[in-house]
Structure formats: structure tokens, C-alpha cells
């Protein structure tokens, strides 16, 4: 069976979802899964993300969790397809799953807070990213 391109770009549209939407969501509008491994996410993270390494989600995602609820996924950026595997394991479990574009490292650029031990640090927008922020 082949589809046609705006049959795949629509099917692309409704499964992922980019940083700004994240960041300008309404509280409680998504639950946002970082899929990293400890060590990444140690090193900084989405406040408010909850972490589910990709492979183990399926041990995990129900405790984790709740079940109905909108879940966006991220991994580190767009040279990496974790996040893709995790919305895959998601979606099979039955959830409601966006992929986040461009991942924490499109967060960061964009001048997007994150969380660290040594608490919350935000950098400046990249101008080659987003006017987000800019004056």
C-alpha cells in the first residue's frame, strides 16, 4: 500500500510536536517522558520531565505513568532516534504519543529552562533557532 506525501505529512503532523509547543502547553496539557539514559539526564533535563530510559518503558510506563494520558517524548536531538523507539513504545502500549522535534537539544537553543543538580540554569536563545526571547 502506498500513501501519498500529504497523506504521510499529515500522519507525520499528528505524531510529532516541536519545543515552543511544548514550552507554551497549557500545565497539565502533556505528561513529557525524557528517554535518556541516567547519565543524561543527571546531566540536565525538562523540569517537570519524567524520567523512562527507551528500553524501559514497557517495564515502567504504567507505574510511571497514568494511563489516558498525552505523552511527548524526547531524547537528545535530531542526530539521535531514541525518542523515536520510545513513542513507538509508548503508542504500543496504548498512550497518546508525540514525539518532541529536535529534542532537549532544540529546548536549550531555544532558551528553554533545564534542570541540573545543581538546580535550574536557561541560556540564552540561539538566534539561528528561534527569535524566541530575543530583543
Excluded at 9 to 26: G, P, T
Excluded at 43 to 63: M, R, S
Excluded at 80 to 86: K, R
Amino acid at each position: 500500500m502506498s500513501i501519498t506525501a500529504s497523506e504521510y505529512f499529515r500522519a507525520k503532523l499528528e505524531c510529532e510536536i516541536d519545543v515552543m509547543e511544548v514550552a507554551e502547553s497549557a500545565p497539565g496539557t502533556w505528561i513529557v517522558v525524557d528517554t535518556r539514559r541516567q547519565s543524561s539526564w543527571d546531566h540536565g533535563h525538562i523540569p517537570g520531565a519524567v524520567h523512562i530510559p527507551t528500553a524501559q518503558i514497557p517495564a515502567l510506563a504504567e507505574q510511571l505513568v497514568p494511563a489516558g494520558s498525552r505523552v511527548v517524548v524526547y531524547s537528545w536531538g535530531p542526530g539521535c532516534n531514541g525518542s523515536t523507539f520510545a513513542a513507538l513504545a509508548f503508542a504500543e502500549l496504548g498512550y497518546s504519543v508525540k514525539e518532541m522535534i529536535g529534542g532537549i537539544e532544540y529546548w536549550i537553543r531555544n532558551g528553554l529552562p533545564v534542570e541540573t543538580a545543581a538546580g535550574p540554569v536557561q541560556g540564552k536563545p540561539d538566534a539561528l533557532v528561534t527569535a524566541h526571547g530575543l530583543s
